[in-house]
């Protein structure tokens, strides 16, 4: 097996996946709306909010930046 048989599909992955982040982009900027690029979940960060877990939001921004929010699940 060559090394080139298994860089191959993780190039493509990552190829794919700027693609796929290139285009978020374009649309937040076309649209001027902060656009989703992943979503998940986790531990709440705040120790003083009785709060479970946090759904947490990446935007792509229309000026081309990220942007993270915090969303408090109770």
Excluded: V
């Excluded at 796929?20 to 979503?39: M, N, V, W």
């Excluded at 986790?42 to 915090?70: H, Q, V, W």
Aim: some cysteine.
């Amino acid at each position: 097996m060559k090394l080139s048989d298994i860089l191959q599909p993780i190039l493509e992955k990552r190829e794919a996946y700027k693609k796929k982040l290139d285009s978020i982009f374009t649309k937040a900027k076309e649209t001027g709306e902060p656009q989703i690029i992943r979503q998940w979940m986790d531990e709440c960060d705040e120790k003083d909010l009785d709060c479970s877990f946090d759904n947490i939001i990446e935007y792509a921004m229309p000026d081309g930046t990220r942007k993270i929010k915090r969303i408090h699940c109770y």
